[in-house]
């Protein structure tokens, strides 16, 4: 769940970033390209979306040398060298889970409310008083009322057909269906609500423009204005004469002449161009992997590995790496199974990797957690703070933290007191 949420979050900030560049773009390109180039804009926002899956972009790490923080209180005292147990840590609120089950009764009543209003326009439909509009997924098709040929003469029902049918060539139906899912899977996320609006009312001038090169202006201008004013909310299709748009924008546009050729290629190149950058923009965005710190150990930690040493005043300080099953204690520590105690804190991953200088057990190297960290300790607050990479250098007892160092307690290295289980 905590992996959808993510994923769910990244795929939101892209699609909003293009979403708010659409919305600065789209009248000064319909002013100088005409309306079908605005709604090409739209491109932007699938582009962006699939930019921000892709990997991210690897980067050198690098290991500057840091002074040990003697003045660093010790917020946690451990007071014996056994490995402590992790119910003893307390078991943490899984927020996680609350944040989907909140998504998830969202996503399902805004899709309900599309399915009724779905159904309500194919009863309709029945009925003979739906439409003009294209409707379906699998198999679009335009439907026409029943009084369609008594409320309009033959020129203007041609062209009422030819806006329908450049709805049928262009997708649209397909592409207002897919935006409906979209809507429902971020319903949280304003901006695709009004993107969705503004992604309509580009549709429905686009298609204008492409129906006017095959019919009269004056007459489409005529179907436009005694069309009926009320339209039925269709989510998986596109209604005459469209409820998002105001007509009179509709009308005006009509008088505007279609750009030459040369203005109409310059204008495929820019929003071309303009997806490209949003591509390269959504993938940049994205936070940089450290290429040369990868785990390069043969061993994927499996068992328990624990060491221990003195301070000078009796008390021993230790450090221990546990592996333990998520079904036997998953419910207390929901983000990881491998798990790491050192004097200053304690930290959970999904996984954790030795070095090779491990497998011979003679503490040299470093131990590396990755994949959701959790790093707890008295200054990070009870839920500690998130992360994807913790190298722990037993040769220094230093932290480091996704490019952040800090001390772990363990002031130098001493041998392992128990032998070395792993596979």
């Not at 005409?34 to 090409?40: F, N, Q, R, W």
């Not at 899984?94 to 209003?117: N, P, Y």
């Not at 952040?404 to 032998?419: A, I, L």
Request: with cysteine.
């Amino acid at each position: 769940m905590a992996d959808f949420l993510v994923l769910l979050v990244r795929i939101n900030l892209a699609m909003s970033a293009a979403i708010l560049a659409v919305a600065l773009l789209r009248r000064p390109m319909r002013a100088l390209f005409h309306a079908p180039l605005a709604y090409a804009l739209w491109l932007l926002v699938p582009a962006a979306m699939l930019a921000s899956q892709l990997p991210p972009r690897t980067v050198a790490a690098t290991n500057p040398a840091i002074a040990y923080p003697i003045s660093l209180p010790i917020p946690l005292v451990i007071s014996h060298a056994l490995p402590i147990r992790l119910a003893a840590q307390g078991a943490p609120f899984d927020w996680t889970l609350l944040l989907f089950a909140i998504w998830l009764v969202g996503a399902g009543t805004l899709l309900l409310i599309m399915a009724l209003q779905q159904r309500q326009f194919h009863k309709a439909e029945r009925l003979g008083a739906a439409g003009p509009a294209v409707t379906g997924f699998l198999r679009p098709r335009i439907v026409i009322p029943s009084n369609f040929e008594a409320q309009f003469n033959p020129t203007e029902q041609a062209a009422i057909l030819a806006h329908e049918k450049a709805h049928l060539m262009r997708q649209d139906a397909r592409i207002n269906a897919l935006v409906a899912l979209l809507r429902c899977l971020c319903w949280f996320n304003p901006l695709v609500h009004v993107g969705a609006l503004w992604l309509r009312k580009d549709q429905e001038l686009a298609c204008d423009a492409a129906a006017i090169k095959r019919v009269s202006r004056v007459d489409y201008a005529n179907a436009l204005l005694k069309s009926q004013m009320r339209v039925m909310a269709l989510p998986l299709g596109c209604s005459w004469p469209g409820a998002e748009h105001p007509l009179t924008e509709r009308v005006a546009l009509l008088k505007r002449p279609s750009p030459a050729p040369a203005r109409q290629w310059t204008g495929v190149a820019l929003v071309l161009s303009l997806a490209a950058f949003a591509s390269v923009g959504a993938w940049a965005a994205q936070p940089a992997e450290t290429g040369s710190g990868a785990p390069t150990g043969k061993h994927n930690f499996t068992g328990l590995l624990f060491y221990a040493e003195n301070d000078g005043s009796g008390q021993p300080l230790f450090l221990s790496l546990e592996s333990v099953q998520k079904d036997s204690i998953g419910k207390h520590w929901p983000l990881g199974h491998e798990v790491m105690h050192f004097p200053y804190g304690v930290a959970w991953a999904d996984s954790a990797a030795l070095p090779h200088d491990f497998s011979t057990c003679d503490g040299t190297g470093a131990i590396t957690l990755s994949g959701n960290v959790t790093l707890v300790t008295g200054s990070s607050g009870p839920k500690g703070l998130k992360g994807e990479k913790l190298v722990f250098d037993v040769r220094t007892g230093i932290l480091d933290f996704d490019g952040k160092s800090m001390p772990s307690g363990m002031r130098k290295y001493v041998p392992f007191t128990k032998d070395c289980k792993f596979q």
